[in-house]
């Protein structure tokens, strides 16, 4: 592979990262650690134990921070922690940071940091893997292959001052599982909502009795009627795939996401009404409004939309797994949610959203 994996020449933040079809090419890769006036370099593995020969679709994402990521809080952004490793180094103003060799690329990566202050620094990485909700549970033999197929695995490498440890100023989890889920939706897509709200409000609109949601929202103004409300958002009908829907437990937490480290745009926005009570939302598939209301009584995964106000922002970003060893492109879409004061004077919902042609 002779194009170079990260080409965004705006890039400024302290995030980079790419992603690979195969987490075996980096088994092998270390960090290399290198100033202009010394002859020797520092190499450090990433994966000592050898666990990424497993092979998944694989992100990896390198940060430099005032103190490190909680190891909670990267269980929920990035999956269940199976590797860890921490490295102390000593930096200059000039020093480098390379990953090589990645098998089946050519060019080494050179991390965008900069900007060191001499002295002690702590690099650690971690290997997550995050698989889908709908596969959590028990599996039958031939379902492992495709779960295999569906998860995706973080290298995330964090550079940090030394001495933030020894301040003990590691912050304290502030991610749950209601700030992060990861899951399974099929072509009809999903919708976000206030569950108990909702109910209430379609048995007013339409009466009690079951009924065909999706036949009802093309017949009339019954989905207009909720979005108009903020009892529900949708991205309604989506490439069928694994999707991540981030809400950050704060403003502070949110800045910490990797999903746009190339400084990249969202592929599509969506803009909506949420209701000034709502705090949380549950994320129903769009097949199952096909049975309303016996979906209501169903345990779905739920999102915490923190804030005030009546504005819910949906950015859908797509990193791109890039092919090695003769896999396929894979996309690895995350939807982020933002609450922010005010209220919208426009709805716009995600509608035929394709991240896979």
């Known amino acids: 592979m002779n194009t170079p994996l990260h080409t965004n020449p705006d890039h400024v933040h302290s995030h980079f990262g790419f992603a ?5 090419v980096l088994a ?14 520092v190499q450090l593995d990433i994966d000592p134990e050898r666990r990424l020969k497993d092979g998944r679709k694989v992100s990896v994402v ?3 921070m005032n103190a490190p990521l909680h190891r909670k809080n990267a269980t929920i952004l990035y999956g269940e922690e199976f590797g860890f490793v921490q490295y102390t180094v000593n930096l200059r103003p000039e020093s480098t940071f390379t990953l090589a060799p990645i098998e089946g690329i050519d060019q080494s990566i050179q991390l965008h940091w900069a900007n060191f202050a001499e002295g002690e620094y ?3 990485i971690s290997l997550h893997i995050k698989t889908p909700r709908i596969a959590e549970g028990p599996l039958e033999p031939e379902q492992h292959a495709m779960v295999k197929y569906a998860q995706v695995v973080t290298v995330a490498i964090c550079l940090f001052p030394a001495d933030a440890v020894q301040r003990n100023t590691e912050p304290e989890a502030v991610w749950t599982r209601e700030n992060h889920v990861f899951d399974s939706y099929g072509s009809g897509g999903f919708i976000l909502a206030d569950l108990p709200r ?7 609109l339409i009466g009690p009795g079951n009924h065909n949601l ?5 017949e009339g103004d019954l989905s207009d009627t909720l979005l108009d409300e903020g009892l529900m958002a ?3 009908g989506l490439s069928p795939w694994c999707y991540s829907i981030y809400s950050a437990p704060d403003e502070t937490s949110g800045l910490k996401l990797s999903v746009d480290k190339l400084g990249d745009k969202p592929l599509t926005t969506g803009l909506y009404r949420v209701n000034a009570e709502s705090k949380q939302l549950s994320i129903l598939p769009v097949n199952e409004l096909a049975n309303w209301p016996a979906c209501t009584e169903k345990e779905w995964p739920v999102i915490n939309v923190v804030g005030e106000g009546e504005t819910l922002r949906m950015d859908l970003y797509v990193q791109i797994c890039e092919s090695v060893n003769g896999l396929h492109e894979n996309p690895l879409p995350s939807f982020v949610l933002t609450r922010s004061e ?16």
């Open 20 to 24: 690979l079809a195969d987490s075996t």
């Open 28 to 41: 092998e890769t270390k960090v290399i650690i290198s100033n202009p006036e010394d002859t020797q370099v």
């Open 62 to 64: 390198a940060q430099q």
């Open 122 to 124: 702590e690099l650690r």
């Open 198 to 204: 909702m109910a209430k409000r379609v048995e007013a």
């Open 214 to 218: 999706i036949e009802r929202f093309g």
């Open 234 to 236: 949708m991205a309604w």
């Open 342 to 357: 005010g209220r919208p004077e426009a709805i716009i919902p995600l509608i035929d959203v394709v991240v896979v042609d």
